[in-house]
């Protein structure tokens, strides 16, 4: 069975940078489509972004499009969420989340992933 850990929240100001990162344990990370989401008080969980197996494929959430950045390091069985440019509705708590198989047209809905971190908060704000 496949154990996530996230790590990496905290708190920041506007504008700056943050990166999250994803540590598996139990399982070859490179059998996996790794994903992030995220969610906010009184919100649904939201599409982040994901990354193929290999890390040659990405897709990301329009709102996070050029601001954030998804790598995934599977010798090391990790996976990053490098984040620039926060802004106050970044504000969250980000999972990481893994599912089976490459990347594919489900990549953006959370039943497409069976194995999920514990989450790290992430509080933009001045």
């Known amino acids: 069975q496949l154990h996530l850990v996230e790590s990496g929240g905290g708190w920041v100001r506007p504008g700056d940078s943050l990166t999250l990162s994803c540590t598996a344990s139990g399982r070859p990370l490179n059998m996996y489509t790794m994903g992030w989401f995220r969610q906010a008080p009184g919100k649904e969980r939201e599409f982040v972004g994901a990354?193929?197996?290999?890390?040659?494929?990405?897709d990301y959430n329009d709102s996070v499009m050029g601001r954030f950045t998804i790598s995934r390091d599977n010798e090391k069985s990790t996976t990053s969420l490098q984040m620039i440019g926060l802004r106050p509705e970044d504000t969250a708590v980000y999972y990481c989340a893994a599912g089976p198989g490459d990347i594919d047209g489900r990549r953006r809905y959370p039943a497409r992933y069976d194995a999920w971190g514990q989450g790290t908060h992430v509080t933009v704000s001045s």
């Open positions: 990354i193929s197996w290999g890390g040659s494929s990405h």
